[in-house]
């Protein structure tokens, strides 16, 4: 089925570890965005990448890294993982232009122990 | 940063019951999305509303966007248990890059 695909689903890392949240989408959508999710919070944006070749930081950026490999895969990098870097990320595209919509991955559970 | 605050943050009620939950903010959104994520899973588009006072309806769910366009709502009628879930509203403040600001989340619990 066409959406995005998020790999790992659940990661458990010890602090200062290093991992890669892999995100690929199959609809052709230009944007792709990494969200965390946490207790209380709400959905929070990390990185954005607008278009391929492009990427931008968004609310809270520190701690990470991304690519945008090609228009289909943005990933998410964790130089050195830290307790407070526990979370759900979700990975998300968006669709159309003056109509549109983010359609997000399934999301990976992280735990820094 | 512009925020956006969801009332209530919990609601729990019985199937048959009606419920509103609400999206409000201090600055204009030039539009206003509504999504719904259940358990384990990424948030799943609902709606968006573009334009002030605009009511759109998705069977027993109607959502209303404020006249200016700084608040929304999310009305069910006769909740059934599979309206259960996190119910989420993220604002639209205008830009190519089309960044969506979130709420954080209404949890709807409907019990049979």
């Known amino acids: 089925n066409a959406g995005v695909t998020q790999t790992p689903k659940f990661q458990v890392l010890k602090t200062g570890q290093s991992m890669t949240l892999q995100c690929a989408q199959d609809?052709?959508?230009?944007?792709m965005y990494w969200y965390r999710q946490d207790p209380g919070m709400g959905l929070r944006l990390i990185y954005y990448?607008?278009?391929?070749?492009t990427t931008d930081k968004g609310e809270v950026p520190n701690g990470y890294n991304v690519s945008r490999l090609n228009k289909r895969e943005f990933s998410l990098r964790l130089e050195s993982a830290a307790p407070s870097q526990t979370s759900v990320y979700f990975c998300?595209?968006?669709w159309g232009q003056g109509t549109y919509g983010y359609t997000f991955g399934s999301g990976t559970r992280l735990t820094v122990v | 940063t512009q925020l956006l605050e969801q009332s209530p943050q919990f609601l729990s009620i019985q199937e048959g019951e009606n419920l509103t939950v609400y999206c409000n903010s201090s600055?204009?959104?030039?539009?206003l999305q509504w999504y719904r994520q259940e358990p384990g899973e990424g948030p799943v588009l609902l709606v968006t509303?573009?334009?002030?006072?605009e009511v759109k309806k998705l069977k027993r769910l109607t959502f209303q966007f404020g006249d200016a366009r700084k608040d929304s709502s999310l009305h069910i009628t006769a909740a059934q248990p599979g309206d259960t879930g996190l119910y989420l509203c993220?604002?639209?403040?205008?830009?190519?890059?089309?960044?969506?600001?979130f709420g954080k989340g209404t949890l709807l619990t409907v019990n049979p």
């Open positions: 998300a595209s968006r």
């Open positions: 600055s204009v959104f030039s539009s």
């Open positions: 509303v573009v334009t002030g006072g």
């Open positions: 993220a604002g639209y403040s205008g830009g190519s890059n089309y960044k969506l600001t």
């Open positions: 609809m052709n959508h230009n944007s």
């Open positions: 990448s607008a278009s391929e070749g």
